[in-house]
């Protein structure tokens, strides 16, 4: 285990502390998830080792070589499946991830709900909605997320837990004030959810988590309302991207 990990979890833990009390909440109220996409299992079990045992993967192949590896050597983890989830391969990342947080058709709605059901799971979810015109972007319209609670809430096997976006990168050159407007717009789309009693009741414990905010842009994620960021790059600064056990590097937008 590297000091270098330690102190960057021990930082990274710090900062998002000093961010939250910054927008007047309690550091409690937001949790560290750990994108260990682009590290091997190996540095992820040393991560978990640490106490960081909430993990998110965006790939198939990458969660079940790392979900292996903790299991051969006793080490349990939340596993988060944060990526694109495509239809023919739903039920494996069913079997292998705790929760959910892409989920952007209802069409996928209704294939998850079908499988967990075949496979006596209740799976955690997040709606993801896309507040941007980048295509490799995913998620649903603002104007159809209304249908997608119904959907998700009449689904038995599933837990609709919150929502979740991705920003944009911002211009270098515009208004500092301006910057991330997807995250205040998320937060003003869940406050408008939760002040509705039929939509509100479509979520667990009747609350609107929101997942949202990576390694760049989390204390303005923060700042709007987050409850889960999503922090990668920031964990792993200065460490090889790969170990004797990762296999192949992972690529993708940075977490």
Do not use: C
Not at 97 to 114: C, P
Not at 183 to 192: G, H, S, V
């Amino acid at each position: 285990m590297t000091a270098t990990l330690e102190r960057n979890f021990r930082e990274t833990q710090e900062a998002i502390a000093t961010e939250a009390k910054r927008a007047g909440r309690q550091p409690g109220e937001i949790m560290l998830l750990a994108v260990t996409k682009s590290v091997g299992p190996q540095r992820a079990l040393e991560l978990a080792q640490l106490g960081q045992t909430q993990l998110g993967e965006n790939r198939l192949p990458s969660l079940l070589a790392k979900r292996e590896f903790f299991e051969t050597r006793g080490v349990q983890a939340q596993w988060h499946f944060i990526g694109q989830i495509q239809r023919n391969k739903a039920r494996k990342v069913i079997l292998n991830s705790d929760v959910l947080h892409s989920v952007d058709t209802l069409q996928l709605i209704e294939t998850l709900d079908r499988i967990a059901g075949e496979e006596s799971r209740n799976v955690p979810i997040y709606l993801e909605v896309k507040l941007t015109n980048e295509e490799l972007k995913h998620g649903f319209d603002p104007q159809d997320l209304s249908e997608a609670i119904r959907q998700a809430a009449a689904a038995s096997n599933l837990e609709l837990r919150g929502l979740m976006t991705m920003a944009q990168q911002p211009d270098p050159n515009g208004d500092v004030d301006d910057q991330y407007p997807e995250f205040r717009t998320l937060a003003k789309l869940a406050a408008e959810i939760e002040g509705d009693p039929q939509r509100r009741n479509a979520f667990a414990n009747e609350r609107v988590e929101l997942s949202m905010g990576m390694s760049g842009d989390y204390p303005a994620a923060i700042a709007a309302g987050s409850h889960v960021v999503r922090i990668g790059s920031a964990l792993f600064a200065g460490l090889d991207s790969q170990d004797d056990q990762s296999g192949t590097r992972q690529s993708g937008t940075s977490q």
